[in-house]
């Protein structure tokens, strides 16, 4: 299984040798933001997949990107990959069931609909449970983006909301 989390945490104030997004790789260790949490097992299980399939990626997204690339000769290791996507996928759905899957992520958005339709195809192999699998049409951050509009929305509420009661004439 592949997963992993996206941080939400600001980065705080301190100076950065390297961006906190930026997943730097320098001297052979990898600098940023989440380089040593799920992240980094995310990375190495996706490069460990593509050198097991003869690719030689960059990156996890580069790897995809190449996969789809090479066509049928790339079929092998996003197959795996969604599969292994999948299993995750279901595990999820098991417990809340929510009829709809965004990939998001650079390894998502790299995949597009054809790996979002393999990660659907591996989900209906394993589960009982239809699930849509698509891909994210949100640029940045969309878990961030989706919890500060959740923040705003009820910080309006409990700020409006109070104003809209009558006031008594005394």
Same mark, same amino acid.
């Given at each position: 299984?592949?997963?992993?989390?996206?941080?939400?945490?600001?980065?705080?104030?301190?100076?950065?040798?390297?961006?906190?997004?930026?997943?730097?790789?320098?001297?052979?260790?990898?600098?940023?933001?989440?380089?040593?949490?799920?992240?980094?097992?995310?990375?190495?299980?996706?490069?460990?997949?593509?050198?097991?399939?003869?690719?030689?990626?960059?990156?996890?997204?580069?790897?995809?990107?190449?996969?789809?690339? #090479? @066509?049928?000769? +790339?079929? *092998?290791?996003?197959? !795996? $990959? =969604?599969? /292994?996507?999948?299993? %995750? &996928?279901?595990?999820?759905?098991?417990?809340?069931?929510?009829?709809?899957?965004?990939? #998001? @992520?650079?390894? +998502?958005? *790299?995949?597009?609909? !054809? $790996? =979002?339709? /393999?990660?659907?195809? %591996? &989900?209906?192999?394993?589960?009982?449970?239809?699930?849509?699998?698509?891909?994210?049409?949100?640029?940045?951050?969309?878990?961030?983006?989706?919890?500060? $509009?959740?923040?705003?929305?009820?910080?309006?509420?409990?700020?409006?909301?109070?104003?809209?009661?009558?006031?008594?004439?005394?």
């Amino acid at each position: 299984c592949v997963n992993g989390h996206v941080d939400v945490v600001s980065p705080g104030t301190a100076a950065w040798r390297h961006g906190p997004w930026s997943g730097t790789l320098e001297d052979g260790r990898l600098y940023g933001r989440g380089a040593v949490d799920m992240k980094g097992a995310v990375v190495a299980a996706v490069h460990a997949l593509a050198r097991a399939h003869k690719l030689d990626p960059a990156s996890p997204e580069q790897a995809v990107a190449d996969a789809l690339a #090479a @066509g049928p000769a +790339g079929r *092998a290791f996003l197959d !795996e $990959l =969604a599969n /292994r996507l999948a299993v %995750g &996928v279901a595990s999820v759905c098991a417990v809340l069931d929510p009829g709809l899957v965004v990939l #998001a @992520g650079e390894i +998502g958005m *790299a995949g597009g609909k !054809e $790996l =979002a339709a /393999r990660v659907e195809a %591996g &989900v209906s192999a394993i589960s009982p449970l239809r699930v849509d699998v698509r891909v994210s049409t949100v640029d940045g951050n969309p878990v961030l983006q989706g919890a500060l $509009l959740t923040a705003l929305s009820a910080a309006r509420d409990d700020v409006f909301d109070s104003t809209t009661e009558p006031v008594a004439e005394a």
